[in-house]
């Protein structure tokens, strides 16, 4: 890439949202379906994402319900990373509502105070922190043949990265969110504040079990930022593993640029209905000297950052909500 040359194009023979070239066709669910089913095929070894690395700074703490389990992960004595089930072993309080004190998680009825290691019937679980996501192993959910550390993409490195992490939750199961993300036509569509001049340049079939390297969606798009200035760009999607999606910026600005969008099954809600949440990190890198600048306002720029991923997030959940709906309800087409 040409550091000199500069990064925004000017859309030249731009055509209204309606008269944009129809995707429909090329879009084919079986397709769709082919790639999610690749995907489900691939070994996770049980680690699921709980949340963003930044939160865990000083005394913060990450509580989820995974699949119905509930956990709780914090920084134990010395800074290392702990986790657990997260209801207490005496009588059942919900760890999600006590304090983290110097390094020991105290129950906020009784006091018990926790550090991480087996005590009074509490058990840690194997949990993970790649830099930017912290990771919890449930193999009783998984059911898979464990993995050391969870399947993590390849990112920019971090040191050099600008990283800001985005967790919405639906009423869908995970497949319904991978799903939508192993969509890119519905883009300049969906999104018209975000995507023009979408096309998929390549994409694999509904046959055979390809690899990840082969198991991949090109898209060339263009992001919009104010009327007819946008950046064009090359990226291509692919699933690592079950419930992740992986885009890769390849030609354009900002190559190397990650963005990974993860599904956790959270359980079910008070219906009887799944929720999922979509905890999406965007690890952003450029070699343009201005990007050194700009990693140093970070604080000031994650939060547009999240801005962005949840504008379009609050299209593709429902999306993936009405997918669930109608699979749900045997009214899913085909």
């Not at 090359?234 to 699933?239: C, D, G, L, Q, W």
């Amino acid at each position: 890439m040409n550091r000199r040359r500069p990064p925004l194009s000017l859309r030249r023979g731009a055509v209204p949202w309606e008269a944009q070239r129809p995707t429909w066709r090329e879009a084919r669910p079986a397709v769709i379906a082919a790639a999610l089913k690749r995907a489900q095929g691939r070994p996770s070894g049980n680690w699921y994402v709980v949340g963003a690395s930044r939160d865990l700074r000083g005394d913060g703490k990450l509580a989820r319900t995974v699949a119905g389990q509930e956990v709780v992960v914090w920084r134990g004595p010395g800074g290392r990373l702990v986790g657990g089930p997260g209801i207490c072993p005496h009588l059942g309080a919900p760890l999600r509502d006590s304090p983290v004190r110097c390094g020991t998680l105290v129950c906020h009825w009784h006091g018990l105070a926790l550090d991480g290691g087996p005590y009074a019937g509490w058990s840690p679980l194997p949990v993970h922190d790649d830099g930017v996501l912290v990771w919890v192993r449930l193999d009783a959910v998984g059911g898979e043949e464990p993995l050391d550390a969870p399947v993590v993409p390849r990112r920019p490195e971090p040191a050099r990265a600008l990283t800001a992490v985005y967790t919405a939750v639906g009423v869908c199961e995970p497949e319904d969110v991978m799903a939508n993300r192993l969509d890119p036509w519905h883009g300049a569509w969906f999104h018209p504040y975000s995507f023009v001049d979408l096309t998929v340049v390549d994409a694999p079939g509904t046959d055979g079990a390809a690899d990840e390297g082969r198991d991949a969606l090109t898209v060339d798009v263009s992001f919009k930022l104010a009327g007819r200035l946008v950046v064009p760009v090359r990226a291509v999607f692919t699933a690592p593993e079950p419930r992740t999606v992986v885009m890769h910026i390849t030609e354009g600005e900002g190559v190397g640029s990650v963005v990974e969008t993860h599904a956790t099954p959270l359980g079910a809600d008070r219906s009887g209905r799944p929720r999922t949440a979509v905890v999406e990190a965007v690890v952003a890198a450029s070699h343009r000297p201005g990007f050194a600048a700009a990693r140093r306002v970070a604080p000031l720029l994650r939060p547009a950052m999240r801005a962005a991923a949840g504008r379009l997030w609050r299209d593709d959940l429902a999306y993936a909500e009405r997918r669930w709906q109608l699979r749900s309800t045997g009214r899913f087409p085909g």
